[in-house]
């Protein structure tokens, strides 16, 4: 099948420019002003952005934690990315207790079997590097396609590794070619504060916050920074959202380490004042690291802007509060941690960052689609929008207008992070390699046109595969 996508406005990471997209099968073959081209369909793209697909880095499907699982499986997360513009996803993979990473990845990649409407990658969660997985195994998971891994600092006796295991780990991809995610948040410390909250007897949701404050996750964040310095490893730090984290990021940056941080839409947005909210309404937005104080979401605009942050993701990991969140109605220890967001991604920062002035265009793609891309191995196939890259395209009308709703999305969940938020600008249509996935409202593909994605390692080039040729 043959596509053109006429005059749009075709904006990557560092160019908008007025032009004719072809697509030939799954790849864009020309880029051009008027093309003179035959097509087998022509969609007109006047007044609106053509986008790269965005990446999501970070998202949770289909995952067990808190004594359940979270209710998006890799059908209903998907389908909600797709609406809200992704069309490809690292998803983690988590190494079970004695579980080595194949005997993980078998059970993740048959989650996803026959559910999908994206392409997708998994970066493994490392837990255990003792009982089950070893060094060895980790040290080959980039052969297969697995070219990143998170080690978790918080969260003791469950997903918590200890120093040596991480700092071990780093050792491992200093030499692997793999990239070293960690959820940075001192959870010795964490404990510590949550059993005496508790002994207190404050079981309300809005202790969940009380009990991580943000100088808990500047330590870590600064404690992984200095171990991967000697290591040697690239690090990434997943969902950061305060000054405390962000400082030590940006010095690190400042000193040409191989450091990037993430923060997540909902950081954004959601501040500590909303996990008060009464009637148990506050459990909605329980996750790890908490929503912090309001004027940390300057903070956040600000090192997105001056890239001392380099991407945005969700941290998609959603629980219906009625029925799951619910396990913590008496002690928020046993509030599932986690948020929805996966499709409400590219509309917030949108309307909120390019709308109202906090960041350009350009840089909304880059942080959505392009570095993403660049950091997780999948560069130039995908993140961009050039000759022989994937066809994960975006049509995306400026000017629409959408009012956000649990009542409206995609996914599961029973509630929404952003819940009559006005946005103007939403997609219209959302290719995947050439395919329609969504136009106008509605969802035009079926699951399973979703493929796995054996990713480059950490910052080689992900050309295309062969296979995509031929189908
Ligand atoms: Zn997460």
Not at 64 to 75: A, M, Q, Y
Not at 169 to 196: C, R, T
Request: hydrophobic share 40%.
């Amino acid at each position: 099948m043959s596509l053109l996508i006429k005059g749009g406005l075709v904006v990557t990471a560092a160019d908008a420019t007025v032009a004719d997209v072809f697509v030939d099968d799954e790849r864009i073959s020309l880029i051009g002003v008027d093309l003179d081209v035959q097509a087998e369909r022509t969609i007109d793209a006047a007044g609106k952005y053509v986008l790269p697909g965005c990446i999501d880095p970070h998202t949770h499907l289909d995952m067990p934690f808190g004594g359940t699982v979270t209710i998006d499986d890799f059908e209903s997360g998907q389908i909600s990315a797709a609406f809200g513009g992704t069309t490809c996803h690292v998803d983690f993979c988590i190494q079970g207790q004695g579980q080595t990473f194949a005997q993980a990845l078998e059970i993740w990649h048959a989650k996803a079997n026959g559910k999908t409407l994206i392409d997708y990658g998994f970066h493994i969660a490392v837990t255990d590097l003792h009982d089950g997985g070893s060094l060895e195994e980790l040290e080959s998971l980039p052969e297969q396609g697995i070219t990143s891994y998170k080690l978790f600092m918080a969260y003791k006796n469950v997903l918590q590794v200890d120093d040596e295991t991480l700092f071990q780990a780093m050792e491992v991809a200093a030499g692997s070619g793999a990239l070293v995610m960690v959820h940075a948040e001192n959870g010795d410390a964490i404990d510590v504060l949550v059993k005496q909250a508790l002994a207190a007897g404050h079981t309300e949701p809005r202790y969940h916050a009380a009990t991580r404050p943000p100088e808990l996750e500047g330590e870590a964040t600064n404690r992984a920074i200095q171990l991967a310095r000697i290591a040697g490893c690239p690090l990434y730090v997943v969902h950061v959202t305060c000054k405390e984290a962000v400082d030590p990021i940006r010095r690190a940056r400042e000193q040409g380490w191989r450091v990037w941080g993430e923060t997540c839409t909902q950081y954004f947005f959601v501040d500590e004042t909303f996990l008060a909210r009464p009637s148990f309404e506050g459990a909605k937005f329980v996750y790890s690291p908490p929503a912090r104080a309001k004027w940390n979401q300057d903070v956040l605009w600000n090192a997105v802007r001056t890239d001392a942050l380099s991407a945005i993701s969700t941290d998609h990991c959603s629980f219906l509060w009625d029925g799951q969140k619910t396990l913590g109605k008496d002690d928020f220890t046993k509030i599932p941690n986690g948020g929805p967001g996966l499709e409400d991604r590219l509309k917030m920062i949108h309307h909120f960052g390019v709308n109202e002035g906090r960041i350009s265009l350009n840089r909304m793609v880059d942080l959505l689609a392009t570095q993403p891309a660049k950091l997780f191995g999948l560069y130039p196939r995908k993140g961009t929008i050039a000759v022989g890259s994937d066809a994960d395209i975006v049509v995306f009308d400026p000017q629409k207008r959408e009012t956000l709703s649990a009542s409206r999305h995609h996914s599961k969940c029973d509630y929404n992070l952003y819940e009559g938020t006005e946005v103007t600008g939403a997609p219209e249509i959302v290719l995947l390699r050439g395919k329609v996935l969504v136009e106008n409202g509605e969802l035009v593909a079926s699951p399973g046109v979703g493929r796995f994605v054996r990713r480059a390692k950490f910052g080689e080039p992900l050309a295309a595969p062969a296979e995509a040729v031929a189908s």
